[in-house]
């Protein structure tokens, strides 16, 4: 089995997995990262979405051998303590109701604003709608995210 190297939330690792294995399952069940979700396994829910090389990729449909010597942020490695301030504004806002979703929702938000410092509603509106949540606190997630662009995110 060929082994690929992958800096994953600051540490190198080198682990041995078929070529065509998602990242997701590499995180998951190779590193112990459980944080990044499985929802659709296609690419269409967001669940799964890490920061690879600091773009925002659905780590179910991206091989391994695809990311060979990358660097990989995952929810887990946003912060180290859960104070990223998107993480403080789900809290604050009561975002999470199942929470299966939260961690895609975050490392999405996270990547595009960036690049985006004080988004607008109908920014957060179009660059969170390909990410579903099943419960619909699409509102809270809003709210969220307009509080942790306020404070800095």
């Given at each position: ?16 997995a078929e070529p065509d294995m ?54 887990e490695g946003l912060s180290e ?35 985006t410092p004080n988004p607008t ?33």
């Amino acid at each position: 089995m060929p082994t690929y190297t992958l800096t994953v939330n600051g540490q190198e690792h080198a682990v041995e997995a078929e070529p065509d294995m998602p990242l997701l399952w590499v995180l998951r069940d190779i590193l112990g990262l459980t944080g990044t979700k499985f929802g659709c396994g296609s690419a269409f829910c967001g669940a799964c979405e890490v920061h690879v090389d600091g773009a925002v990729q659905r780590s179910c449909v991206a091989p391994v051998s695809g990311v060979s010597g990358s660097v990989v942020t995952t929810i887990e490695g946003l912060s180290e303590d859960g104070t990223h301030p998107l993480q403080l504004a789900w809290n604050e806002v009561n975002v999470p109701q199942c929470g299966y979703c939260q961690s895609g929702q975050i490392m999405r938000a996270a990547g595009w604003m960036k690049d985006t410092p004080n988004p607008t509603a109908a920014d957060v509106d179009a660059n969170q709608s390909s990410n579903l949540c099943r419960c619909g606190t699409y509102q809270r997630i809003k709210e969220a995210i307009l509080l942790a662009a306020e404070k800095g995110a």
